[in-house]
């Protein structure tokens, strides 16, 4: 197979069939399948990211997403950014994270600096 960069659908289409075939077998690391295999990942996830990208969540979105996959609660939360009051304001929308806030949500419930500070609109009420 001449492996070139994807251009269409109908290539990516190809190219994941290919891969899911080359993933069926038994391949022996540094062989020309998984050598092929290696490549072909790579272009169908250059195309993926140019043609269906993924937008960052927002970061309140993030997390609210995170304290669920922790089993963690609102005022687990609370404690984390000093003050029940505080974490409220935070997840309706009423109140901008801190940098503190950021190191904080990044050390203790790995959630990526990049999420948390992006920009994101307060809620006016």
Not at 23 to 44: A, G, H, R, Y
Not at 113 to 125: G, S
């Amino acid at each position: 197979m001449l492996i070139k960069p994807i251009k269409n659908h109908k290539e990516h289409k190809d190219y994941l069939a290919r891969a899911y075939s080359l993933l069926q077998k038994d391949l022996k690391p540094d062989s020309k399948e998984s050598d092929e295999l290696e490549v072909i990942s790579i272009l169908i996830e250059a195309y993926e990211k140019e043609k269906y990208p993924i937008e960052a969540p927002n970061p309140i979105e993030a997390i609210l997403f995170r304290l669920e996959q922790l089993g963690m609660n609102k005022s687990e939360l609370s404690k984390l950014l000093g003050s029940r009051s505080r974490a409220s304001e935070i997840l309706r929308g009423k109140r901008k994270l801190s940098l503190n806030m950021i190191r904080k949500l990044n050390e203790e419930l790995g959630i990526s600096a990049q999420t948390l500070i992006q920009d994101y609109e307060l809620v006016n009420r």
